[in-house]
């Protein structure tokens, strides 16, 4: 035994040389890691309502290195479990061995969604971004309504409001993007190229479309020459993190590998 019979890395190697789940097989490493405390699940509201392990923090740690391990699959039920909840309460910052759960859910959902297809209800977001460049399915053409502010022109640093904010809370756009430019911190806006991170599909598993909705804008970053972007959005600011620089290799844009700041 290479490992001299050490579980540990024995499950390590399993893991890295038995990958059968496409992305979700980046974490590899970090579900082997998980020593079964149940701190994660300590703080998980999802556990009043759903007495499914796979919808708790430590569950979906679990079915993630069984299924990259090749020892499981996600049914429909299973992948409606792992759906239960976005893990709002940051499982993450309480496990004591750094597993990043919530990325640990993105990526899980990615898995079920190439098995399974997206969940019904997930569907008309997808619909909604191909149709209309934002999850909300609103028109495209008032999605800067909002934008009353002395943006500045030639900035590299670009204030993205995201779908939400730009359509439904256009006072929360407007306040984050003055506190940045009354601090003193000159951001520009894309104006009617603007368009959505991908958020709400990066995190329903939905990254084919997420992807082919994000592509068109990041090109269009990178022909303004961008160099930052800035978010109000939580979501969307993971996703930028996470997901774009991914989006910007596949599709060849956004200069060196499609990264960002």
């Not at 490992?3 to 399993?14: F, H, K």
């Not at 993630?64 to 239960?84: D, F, L, M, S, Y």
């Not at 479309?209 to 993971?238: C, H, I, Q, Y």
Request: hydrophobic share 45%; with cysteine; aromatic share 4%.
């Amino acid at each position: 035994n290479a490992n001299g019979g050490d579980p540990y890395q024995s499950a390590i190697a399993r893991a890295l040389g038995r990958v059968h789940a496409g992305g979700l097989g980046e974490l590899a490493t970090e579900v082997t890691t998980c020593i079964f405390c149940g701190m994660c699940n300590a703080v998980a509201p999802e556990s009043q309502d759903n007495p499914w392990e796979s919808a708790m923090p430590r569950g979906r740690v679990q079915l993630a290195k069984a299924v990259i391990e090749g020892r499981a699959t996600i049914t429909p039920r299973t992948q409606r479990n792992v759906a239960w909840t976005a893990l709002e309460h940051a499982p993450d910052a309480i496990c004591p061995t750094a597993i990043p759960i919530q990325r640990v859910t993105d990526l899980l959902l990615a898995a079920a969604v190439a098995t399974n297809g997206a969940l019904p209800e997930h569907l008309a977001l997808a619909e909604n971004v191909a149709k209309t460049g934002n999850v909300l399915g609103k028109p495209a053409d008032k999605r800067a309504a909002w934008v009353n502010v002395g943006f500045d022109a030639v900035s590299t640093t670009i204030f993205v409001a995201d779908d939400i904010a730009s359509y439904d809370a256009p006072e929360i756009a407007q306040s984050a993007a003055l506190a940045l430019l009354n601090a003193g911190y000159p951001v520009g806006h894309m104006g009617k190229a603007d368009a959505t991170s991908g958020a709400a599909l990066f995190e329903t598993g939905q990254r084919a479309a997420a992807s082919a909705g994000v592509a068109p804008f990041l090109e269009a970053l990178a022909k303004k020459g961008a160099k930052f972007v800035v978010t109000p959005d939580a979501n969307g600011a993971r996703v930028m993190t996470l997901d774009w620089p991914g989006v910007g290799r596949e599709s060849g844009v956004g200069g060196k590998g499609g990264e960002m700041g």
